[in-house]
């Protein structure tokens, strides 16, 4: 694939401000010296450990002495709590709260403590994504594999955008690979940080969602639209999850050479530059053509000329798995219809 010239990288530098946004990276390390341990909070969650944390918020575990559960507690770290930050996790809470989908991680409650903001949600069990891979031979899984695990994180997507909400921030560390007894592995969406509401769903009373001049977003899986600090809708989060994508195949991303390079210049990558093809990138992993075309027809710089809904995709690549399948498949098994099935009828789906 013939590459376009980068963008002049030596006029003036944009001014970005960078907020890291590994919210759920449960790979961190836990805090010993924690004074949150023990607390309780809303009369009911007890703070039991701290499992994770970022840039914006610390994780923990905590057990709700009303339901005799454990749940997860995700808090705004207190140094980065003003007005906007508190607003976006009262967002965060009401967008995932407003969709029911087994493969996006439910919410209970929201409030406030000292100077900060919290939400509740489930304990799932089980890596990010990330996680996962870095566990896998040459951190990537097979195609079938993949696309199999995925589906349904892009049917909970889709749902997310039938609401009204746009993610931006999707990527491995954002996706939970959720294990149960006796269950397949389930990959279910577990942060919508920074999914911000379309603008008829706003009005004067809204809260302000980002100041002026600030990039939230994860370089590596940076739609060019976002990048370039445009409007962005649901067409930059199939951008960001035909990376992800591209990243479960290949294990690494399609911007290697970008890799640990300054923010404007990844960033130049997404807005210029074509991608390392995938055929080229994962070139043992035996994945069809078909699949490939699918990808890299969602990494687009148009958004116009990427598949137009999450809906579209899942669609497309279900149509290129089935299609590079040497055994024809059940039209019980076709996407989203395997999806609803299971998760009506399913042991291993929750009730909703």
Not at 36 to 60: F, L
Not at 185 to 214: C, H
Request: charged share 25%.
């Amino acid at each position: 694939m013939a590459r376009t010239a980068p963008m002049s990288l030596s006029g003036p530098r944009p001014s970005y401000k960078l907020v890291p946004v590994d919210d759920l990276d449960t790979g961190a390390d836990p805090t010993l010296d924690d004074n949150m341990i023990g607390r309780v909070i809303s009369g009911r969650y007890t703070i039991q450990a701290h499992i994770g944390g970022g840039g914006m918020a610390d994780i923990y575990r905590a057990a709700d002495a009303e339901l005799g559960v454990d749940v997860v507690i995700k808090m705004l770290k207190p140094e980065i709590a003003s007005r906007e930050m508190r607003a976006r996790m009262v967002q965060e809470a009401r967008a995932a709260a407003q969709v029911r989908h087994p493969n996006l991680a439910r919410v209970f409650s929201t409030g406030t403590l000292d100077n900060t903001a919290y939400i509740v949600m489930e304990l799932l069990e089980g890596p990010n994504l990330e996680m996962y891979l870095r566990a896998r031979a040459r951190e990537r899984l097979p195609w079938s594999e993949a696309i199999a695990l995925l589906l349904p994180a892009m049917e909970a997507l889709h749902a997310v955008h039938e609401r009204g909400y746009v993610h931006r921030d999707i990527k491995p560390g954002n996706i939970l690979v959720a294990r149960e007894p006796d269950c397949p592995s389930r990959a279910v969406v577990i942060d919508l940080g920074l999914a911000k509401a379309d603008r008829a769903l706003r009005n004067v009373a809204s809260p302000p969602t980002t100041e002026v001049g600030r990039v939230l977003c994860t370089p590596g899986y940076t739609s060019p639209e976002q990048a370039a600090g445009d409007p962005v809708d649901r067409r930059s989060d199939v951008y960001s999850l035909a990376i992800t994508l591209y990243r479960v195949l290949a294990g690494r991303l399609p911007f290697h050479e970008a890799r640990g390079k300054p923010l404007r210049v990844v960033f130049a990558h997404h807005i210029h530059n074509q991608p390392t093809r995938l055929a080229d990138a994962a070139m043992d992993a035996d994945i069809p053509p078909r699949i490939t075309s699918v990808i890299e027809s969602a990494l687009a710089k148009d958004p116009a000329a990427r598949p137009q809904s999450m809906l579209a995709f899942a669609e497309a690549l279900q149509a290129a798995a089935d299609a590079s399948t040497p055994t024809p498949r059940s039209p019980f098994h076709s996407w989203p219809y395997a999806i609803v099935l299971a998760s009506s009828s399913s042991s291993c789906s929750r009730g909703r």
